[in-house]
């Protein structure tokens, strides 16, 4: 599954500073499922910036706790609401009814080519920091996945150029 292999470098770029003020908790809680009667984010990590590991742990917890019913690995068809969400798999013959909310996951998104000359380059899915020691590297990218590879290369590359 995706949290098995990302973030790459094992590390959430959203902070979770821990606070004990209530006022202030939900400010700096980016990684609780709000709308549910389940375990708050805080109990299980306070690092600020928590392991894929933990989030993954965090999030089959939540399905656990609330008697949430995931299915993986199939084609969506359509998404219909006529008061209760209803997804139509692709294969027409299976229709999913939720109580509240539908999410769709679709994947991460095709690779980008540059349109530039370069002496090499590495897709994010095989980026490690190893790759980047004691090199100059110029990340091109955009959203999560250029900031994750910015932060977890700095300290062992040469320079990194964002």
């Known amino acids: 599954g ?3 292999r990302y973030p ?4 959430l770029i959203s902070v979770n500073k821990w606070v004990r003020d209530e006022t202030q908790r939900w400010r700096y809680d980016w990684h609780s499922f ?3 009667p389940v375990r708050m984010w805080e109990k299980v990590s306070q690092r600020y910036f928590p392991s894929g590991r933990e989030f ?6 939540v399905v656990d706790d609330a008697g949430i019913e995931v299915i993986y690995g199939v084609d969506v068809g359509s998404v ?6 209803c997804v139509t798999l692709s294969d ?16 991460l998104e095709e690779r980008r080519e540059p349109y530039l000359r370069a002496v090499g380059g590495v897709p994010y899915s095989r980026m490690t920091r190893e790759l980047a020691r004691n090199k100059r590297v110029c990340v091109l990218g955009n959203g999560n996945a250029a900031f994750e590879v910015a932060q977890n290369t700095y300290d062992v ?3 990194v150029f964002v």
């Open 80 to 85: 219909a609401s006529d008061g209760t969400p």
């Open 92 to 107: 027409g013959t299976t229709v999913v009814c939720a109580k509240y909310r539908v999410f769709v996951a679709t994947g």
């Open 34 to 36: 709000l709308d549910t």
């Open 56 to 61: 993954h742990e965090y999030m089959n917890a």
């Open 8 to 11: 790459r470098f094992d590390e």
């Open 2 to 4: 995706f949290w098995t």
């Open 157 to 159: 590359a040469d320079r």
